[in-house]
């Protein structure tokens, strides 16, 4: 029998995140990705949650040096996408359960590697 | 208290054929901890979508995988499609699901061979890849490649395959699939593989859904999540139901292959059946403007792909999220309590695709 698959996005406040992300985890969603796309002066950061193939879209908006609370400690295997985050975009994601300050990717360039970054970079290797 | 040592695992590997690095916090040879790191071949294709335009990326996202490059090409032609709401013919649509298999096919024997050569059992691993062969020789005769396709665009196929080769291939499916039964049946009850494998780095099922497990990793834990489900290509025409296990361990998630494979040449099999007669694609106007989640299941689980286009030539943003990239935590958290010796099958079982988490 073929599902049918349903997607949604809705934008989230930074203060939100925690709650929204919290709410889909007690409604049986699981985790499909975090990611990141530059707009310019902004960055739009996609939570992307699935439960029986309805996809739910939180997308949180924020500026350059906006520090980002991390959901890995509602989602454990979020800390994957919050360092990759990190590592490509130069997005401070505070509180990540395994944070590898800037070396979860090893590239030669130093992070942020994308160059669509925007904004100083506040991120430092340890 | 064992004293606690950091052994390194990868980059550089004998089961490894790609980078990937693990410290592994061992007491005695037990692992206690493990810390993953990627990024040796970066490759940074995702910020390639903005020099390419959105028609030529197909041939960067085949790229992204040597193995599964097919369905990269088609989770990204999917997803301009929705954007563009491009109705692909009928025939395209099987030609896709036809090769989609294919894809998978050979992606399952050739990590059964790697698995079987990380247990150690060598004329098994050589028997894998002697049946993966011919089905490289398939796609190499249907498509002209047998690593990179190029058949699948944005709008349908490149190319067609003739009544005279689809016949060809329905009488070959059968004493294949006796071929590929046969190899399946030492992985699934030879005594040797069951001993190495049953009751190893058991994930449960609550694990797996909470850690983002996809593919046979999610499966053979018992998560029946398979986005074959949703019918995309022909699979809805055809019918699908994903192979569940339910023990979560190494041999759970080899025996989700095996029997993936015998589902996936069932597939291949009345996809020739019910093949429609009709166009290999449409023409393709304008230029995409709006946003996607492209999902498509790949021998390794779920790939997903995200496609922002603004209305111009070039995209705005493509997010690629693979499989094995999802199947990270899973693997950090099955490996604690292996065996220093156990750890490359383990690995192993999440059949990781460090060319594609690299995208």
């Given amino acids: 029998m073929t599902v049918n698959e349903e997607q949604t996005t809705i934008s989230v406040a930074l203060e939100d995140l925690t709650r929204e992300v919290e709410a889909l985890h007690a409604g049986g969603y699981r985790l499909v990705q975090i990611g990141c796309t530059g707009t310019g002066e902004t960055y739009e950061i996609n939570y992307s949650f699935d439960k029986d193939y309805q996809y739910r879209n939180l997308r949180l908006t924020v500026e350059p040096e906006t520090e980002i609370p991390s959901i890995s400690g509602i989602y454990w295997g979020a800390f994957v996408y919050e360092n990759e985050m990190h590592d490509l975009f130069g997005i401070p994601v505070t509180g990540i359960n395994i944070d590898f300050k800037g070396t979860f990717i090893r590239t030669a360039e130093k992070y942020p590697f994308s160059v669509t970054r925007s904004g100083g970079d506040r991120c430092r290797n340890a | ?359």
């Fill in chain 2, 1 to 359: 208290m064992p004293e606690r040592i950091v052994v390194p695992f990868g980059p550089q590997h004998p089961v490894l054929p790609e980078p990937i690095h693990l410290d592994l916090v061992l007491e005695d040879e037990t692992v206690v901890d493990v810390v993953p790191s990627i990024g040796y071949i970066h490759r940074g294709l995702e910020q390639l979508v903005q020099k390419r335009e959105f028609t030529e990326y197909v041939y960067v996202a085949e790229r992204i995988c040597g193995i599964c490059s097919f369905m990269h090409a088609l989770c990204y032609s999917q997803g301009i499609e929705h954007i563009m709401g491009i109705e692909v013919p009928d025939r395209a649509k099987y030609l896709r699901t036809i090769w989609s298999e294919c894809s998978r096919l050979h992606s399952h024997l050739l990590w059964l061979g790697l698995f079987a050569d990380g247990m150690g059992f060598e004329n098994l691993f050589m028997r894998s890849w002697q049946l993966r062969e011919s089905v490289l020789d398939t796609l190499e005769d249907t498509t002209g490649g047998r690593v990179i396709q190029g058949t699948c665009k944005v709008g349908g196929v490149r190319r067609d395959i003739g009544q005279e080769k689809l016949d060809e291939m329905h009488r070959a499916l059968d004493p294949f699939e006796e071929e590929c039964r046969d190899l399946g049946d030492i992985f699934l009850n030879d005594d040797t593989v069951k001993y190495r494998l049953q009751g190893l780095s058991v994930i449960s099922k609550d694990d797996a859904y909470a850690l983002g497990a996809v593919g046979p990793t999610a499966r053979a834990s018992g998560v029946p999540v398979d986005h074959r489900e949703t019918g995309y290509a022909a699979y809805g025409d055809l019918g699908f139901k994903p192979v569940v296990e339910t023990a979560g361990d190494c041999y759970a998630r080899c025996a989700v292959r095996v029997k993936e494979i015998y589902a996936s040449i069932d597939l291949i099999r009345r996809a020739i059946d019910q093949i429609p007669e009709g166009a290999l694609d449409v023409k393709v106007k304008g230029t995409p403007d709006g946003e996607y989640f492209s999902r498509v299941e790949q021998p390794r689980g779920e790939v997903v792909h995200y496609l922002r286009g603004n209305g111009t030539k070039h995209l705005a943003r493509a997010r690629i999220r693979t499989p094995t990239l999802a199947n990270i935590p899973p693997l950090v958290k099955m490996l604690p309590g292996a065996q220093l010796a156990d750890v490359p099958v383990v690995v192993l079982s999440i059949d990781p695709c460090i060319s594609c988490t690299e995208r």
